[in-house]
T-cell receptor
Framework: GQNIDQPTEMTATEGAIVQINCTYQ??????LFWYQQHAGEAPTFLSY??LDGLEEKGRFSSFLSRSKGYSYLLLKELQMKDSASYLC??????????WGAGTKLIIKP | TAGITQAPTSQILAAGRSMTLRCTQD?????MYWYRQDLGLGLRLIHY???????GKGEVPDGYSVSRANTDDFPLTLASAVPSQTSVYFC???????????????FGAGSRLTVL
């Protein structure tokens, strides 16, 4: 079966750095997405990786290793507004999105 | 503001009743999707439409139907609701569907449905 694994919950301190990991086992791979979802709101797109390596976008970076079936989302200079769930999703060989259950990130002052 | 509008925002429904969740987008996106989100689970695709006039089944289509009469609207109908359909439903759209890699989704704000 297809599987996306992420930690259920993480806690970090304002101003610090946090890394949210995502491992996947899917039938094929056509890209990996990260979305942010604040409580009670819609998911919003953060990043897309299809090639190995690091993609940087301001305070957020996303890394992909296709050989290891692994990605992480790195958040720097954490702000209280970064408290949200972070969803990892993989596009499989049929171009269907497979979603992880999400990682709830709690930021403490 | 451009985007996706979903209605209703929330609804309590008696089991056995029918319900249509409405979804309208104004971005002229080709592809539209319906997902349900349940605690502890990833988003699960119910139905999708790659272009107006076509629809397809997702991972959990049973008990749901959709139509895509035009580009903008993609309603989701529950013919006879059951308690297991209690969930938050998200409509989404993307500029391209099918075999496209960087297929970024734009989501609506969600419809919270409780079936008693």
């Amino acid at each position: 079966g297809q599987n996306i694994d992420q930690p259920t919950e993480m806690t970090a301190t304002e101003g610090a750095i946090v890394q949210i990991n995502c491992t996947y086992q899917t039938s094929g791979f056509n890209g990996l997405f990260w979305y942010q979802q604040h409580a009670g709101e819609a998911p919003t797109f953060l990043s897309y990786n299809v090639l190995d390596g690091l993609e940087e976008k301001g305070r957020f970076s996303s890394f992909l290793s296709r050989s290891k079936g692994y990605s992480y989302l790195l958040l720097k200079e954490l702000q209280m507004k970064d408290s949200a769930s972070y969803l990892c999703a993989v596009l499989d060989s049929n171009y269907q999105l497979i979603w992880g259950a999400g990682t709830k990130l709690i930021i403490k002052p | 503001t451009a985007g996706i509008t979903q209605a209703p925002t929330s609804q309590i429904l008696a089991a056995g009743r029918s319900m249509t969740l409405r979804c309208t987008q104004d971005m002229r996106h080709n592809a539209m999707y319906w997902y349900r989100q349940d605690l502890g689970l990833g988003l699960r695709l119910i139905h999708y439409s790659n272009t107006a006039g076509t629809t397809g089944k997702g991972e959990v289509p049973d008990g749901y139907s959709v139509s895509r009469a035009n580009t903008d609207d993609f309603p989701l109908t529950l013919a006879s609701a059951v308690p297991s359909q209690t969930s938050v439903y998200f409509c989404a759209s993307s500029d391209s569907g099918g075999d496209s890699g960087a297929n970024v989704l734009t989501f609506g704000a969600g419809s919270r449905l409780t079936v008693l």
